[in-house]
Nanobody, 118 residues
Framework: VQLQASGGGLVQAGGSLRLSCVVS????????AGWYRQAPGKQRELVAK???????DYADSVKGRVTISRDGVKNTVYLQMNSLEPEDTGVYYC?????????????WGQGTQVTVSS
């Protein structure tokens, strides 16, 4: 199973970024997916998640600014981030979990750096 994340970068406060994570090696349509982030010196935390049925949940700190979505044809999960704040800086990790092929398993992507300057 491979998760290839991309889309990070350096952006000014108030700007936008869209992260993408291409998933292969697992039946993506049966997976829940999510994005986590880890700021320097802090624990990894959930940013947003989306179930295989399309139900979404967000961290309180990003509600209204971030949208998670998925494309079943492209096997990709997206994170659209708007009105970015310096506090959003961190390494963003894609995460999927689902049956592979029977047992429930979880996988992480390699991370993509997001830096928001003030």
């Amino acid at each position: 199973v491979q998760l290839q994340a991309s889309g990070g970068g350096l952006v000014q406060a108030g700007g936008s970024l869209r992260l993408s994570c291409v998933v292969s090696g697992i039946i993506f349509s049966r997976c829940d997916a999510g994005w986590y982030r880890q700021a320097p010196g802090k624990q990894r935390e959930l940013v947003a998640k989306i179930t295989s049925d399309g139900l979404t949940d967000y961290a309180d700190s990003v509600k209204g600014r971030v949208t998670i979505s998925r494309d079943g044809v492209k096997n990709t999960v997206y994170l659209q981030m708007n009105s970015l704040e310096p506090e959003d800086t961190g390494v963003y990790y894609c995460h999927v979990e689902g049956p592979n092929p029977i047992r429930w398993r979880a996988y992480w992507g390699q991370g993509t750096q997001v830096t928001v300057s003030s």
